[in-house]
Each structure stands twice: as C-alpha cells, then as structure tokens.
C-alpha cells in the first residue's frame, strides 16, 4: 500500500489533534508537524497535500515551492462548530479537499496499516531479540501483539505484578498473552516487595516515585537474566509525541507511567508500534489483532495503580479491601449498561475509619469513596450522575460482601477542583 501522506501544519489556531482526526476518518493518513518546521523538510516527506491550522501568513515561509496544493482549514470549516455535532458539510468539503484536489484513493484503513506495520517490523527485527515491558494497558499490549505478530518467539514479555492491580487482572493479562498470542511471557510476582518498598509511606509523590523505580529494578532483574537484547518495545502513542515538548502548564502531579525507560538495560534500539496511532486508533488496532474486546476497551488506569486509591499507608490487607470494593463497584456499573457512558469510575479506600454497626455490633471500619467521571481529554471531568438506585445497591453490596468497610460515599466533585484520582 503506498502511503499517501497529508500533512498538517500546527500554526495555532485550530486545534490540530482535531483535524487529524477527521483526516484519518476520510481514511487518509495525516501527521502534524510543528510551526517552525522547515518547508524543506515538509517538501523531503513527499506529502499529498498540507492542511493549515491557521492562515499561511502565520507560517511565514513560502508553501508553494512545495509544489503540492495546501489549504487554511478555517476555509474548510466555514461557520461549523468543530468540536460540536458532526458536520456533513465540513466532512464533504475535506473529503472535496483530500480527493479531488490533493488525489488521495483513501486507501488507509486498520487493516491495511496492521498488516504494514508488522511488515516492516518484520524487516527491521529481522532474527534478533526484542524485550517488552507489558504493563496489560491498552498500549503496551498491543504494541506487543503486534510485534508478536511479527516475530513471535523472539519477543519476551515481561510483566510485573505490583500487587497494586485491580482484583483478577494480573490473571486476566497473563491468560490472554500465553494462551493466545506466541510469546516468551514471564510473569514477575513481586506483590511483596512492592509491600515492603511502601510500608509506612503515606505521601502520594513517594508513593508514585516508589512504585516507578520499584519497577524498573525488577524490570532490569528480569532483563539482566534474558542477557542482550536488540530491541526494546515501548507503547508511546502518538498524542504523547504530539504533546512532549509542547511547554504544558506546570505539573500537578507526576504522571509517573510504569513502563518507563529502564536505565541498565543493553538494546540497540526503541521499537513504537503505535506511535503513530490515537488512543482510539490503538483500540481499533487491538480489535484487528484479535485482542480480546475487554482488555482493549479497558478505561484509564494509573501506572501506580491501586497505590494512588489507596490513602495513606499501603498494605496487603488495604489492597484486598480497595479491590473487592472496586470489583463489585465495576460489576454494578456494567450490570446498570453504564460501564460505556463513563470515562473513567473506580474505588478509593479513603484513611478514615468511622462507628458503625452490624450483627447488633459496634464496628470501627474503613470509609470507601466511589468516584466516577465524564471527560473528553481528562484535563477537565465532570463526575456522573448515577442513579440511585444503582448507588444504593453497590453500596449495600459493598458494606455487606466487603470486610472491614462499613461506610460507601460517593464523590460529587468535578475536575478542577478536584483531580479525577484522590492522590
Ligand atoms: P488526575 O487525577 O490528574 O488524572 O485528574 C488524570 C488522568 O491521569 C490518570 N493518572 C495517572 N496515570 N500515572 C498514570 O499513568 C499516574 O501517576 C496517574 N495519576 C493519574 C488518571 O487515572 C486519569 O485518567
């Protein structure tokens, strides 16, 4: 398939994730490219046409050389609100733009880019080893299948079990890649060492930094026994390029992901299966991969895990309470058609302990706090509203089947103020 390329132009203005997107769902591949890139180096990418996100003015040097058509999209766009309904007007005059003018076939699909993509990993791992550190997000797993896919038994797993995922999930993941997927996956259990690293720590950002390093050394421990590797897997997506480097206002938490850069391990080089790829691109990718609906569809879910649900100290005893509660919370949602409506919903362990009573006795147990919200780029979050009756039943079911929770609240804040995680 050749690769019909459009490039777009982000000289402000519009927002150019946006318009990439309605690019790539004329089926036309699109890459965004900064305002101060060199008009040679556009020239070099050998593009159909360029998209615009502000008047050419804004740019500053000479697109006709280019020799290829570009455009303003606000010509385009016209009086359509783009981040409203769909427009039918707008969708015609850039398919006009991308078509007729820029002679785009529209040949790039899912399918078509799976198959070339584990083509050219094909080529370039050729018989060397690759070595991925699957963390069972939506990311890093299908950045795995897909180099399976291409390589298979040359590329081993390594998944790191914190102790901080949510009930099941470590079993879940490890099903998924032994049973369907041909890969070397090893399994590392270090629930309780995660423990001991964390005992008595009670600050978010030691706790985040913790679970970070934690896991890059038993990563390193695990690598170190594999011996050299050529290649490196990591799942970077392609908003993470778009926004590295872009001066984002200042940091309220660290976003620690885990799965980070290991600093001791000997390979040659990274390997981004989905760099290029949108989050709900990479989804789509899994489905075409054959990954199972569940783990593809999966919502956010921090890299310190339960770590940052949990308030104050970390134990084992705290991490079984959080995701019995966190189970059944999820399994309400899905049983009530919720569990699509919802962005992101999960349980907290709140650090507070409160009087109640049950079997005619007096009990001293934990608070669990339900958070559950509506967001389109998690910078801002609406919580939801779920009925009442839904509440009321995860509540009756949590303070029954749970031990040691004798109180459930349900968060009714919205981002900002609050953040959608507690710490
Ligand atoms: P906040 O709490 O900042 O969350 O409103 C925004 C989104 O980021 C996720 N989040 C994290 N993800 N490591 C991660 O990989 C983290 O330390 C972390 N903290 C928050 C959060 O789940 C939400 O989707």
Redesign the pocket.
């Known amino acids: 398939m050749d690769k019909e390329l459009i490039i777009i132009l982000d000289l402000g203005g519009y927002n150019s994730q946006l318009i990439a997107r309605k690019i790539r769902q004329c089926n036309v591949y699109c890459e965004i490219l900064p305002c101060h890139t060199d008009v040679e180096k556009i020239k070099g990418k050998s593009p159909k046409g360029i998209v615009l996100t502000d008047k050419p003015a804004a740019y500053g040097q000479d697109l006709s050389v280019t020799g290829v058509p570009f455009i303003y999209i606000g010509e385009l766009v016209g009086d359509v609100n783009l981040s409203g309904e769909d427009s039918t007007e707008f969708t015609e005059a850039l398919r006009n733009f991308l078509y007729k003018t820029c002679g785009c076939s529209g040949n790039w699909n899912m399918t078509s880019y799976v198959d070339m993509t584990i083509k050219q990993l094909k080529e370039k791992i050729g018989d060397k080893k690759v070595l991925c550190a699957l963390s069972g997000g939506v990311d890093s797993s299908v950045s795995a299948v897909m180099v399976s896919k291409a390589v298979g038994r040359q590329l081993t797993c390594i998944f790191v079990d914190h102790g901080l995922l949510r009930k099941n999930e470590a079993d879940e993941v490890e099903a998924v890649f032994t049973r369907q997927f041909d890969v070397n996956f090893i399994r590392v259990n270090a629930q309780q060492r995660f423990y001991g690293k964390l005992a008595g720590v009670t600050d978010p950002e030691k706790k985040?930094k913790i679970i970070g390093e934690e896991f890059i050394r038993v990563f390193e421990e695990e690598a170190k026994k594999i011996g050299k590797v050529d290649f490196l897997v990591q799942g970077t997506i392609y908003p993470d390029i778009i926004e590295s480097g872009t001066g984002k206002s200042g940091l309220?938490?660290?976003?620690?992901?885990?799965g980070g850069l290991p600093d001791h391990i000997d390979f040659k080089e990274i390997i981004e299966p989905v760099r290029d790829l949108f989050k709900d691109e990479v989804r789509k990718a899994g489905l075409v991969l054959g990954i199972p609906e569940k783990l593809v569809n999966r919502?956010?879910?921090?890299?310190?895990g339960l770590g940052?649900r949990i308030i104050g100290e970390i134990t084992a005893e705290k991490v079984k309470i959080l995701q019995e509660a966190d189970y059944i919370y999820r399994e309400e949602i899905a049983n009530a058609g919720l569990d699509r409506q919802i962005?992101?919903y999960?349980a907290i362990l709140t650090n507070l302990k409160s009087v109640g009573v049950k079997n005619d006795e007096r009990t001293y147990d934990y608070t669990v706090a339900l958070r559950a919200i509506k967001?389109v780029d998690?910078?801002t979050?609406e919580y939801v509203e779920i009925p009442w009756d839904v509440l009321r039943r995860i509540s009756k079911r949590i303070v029954n089947e749970v031990e040691h929770v004798n109180r459930v609240c349900y968060d009714i804040t919205s981002?900002p103020p609050?953040?959608?995680?507690?710490?």
């Not at 919502?299 to 310190?304: E, T």
Request: proline share 10%; glycine share 4%.
């Open positions: 985040r309220v938490k660290s976003h620690h992901n885990v919502q956010p879910f921090p890299g310190p940052v962005s992101q999960f967001t998690f910078m979050a981002k609050a953040t959608i995680e507690w710490e």
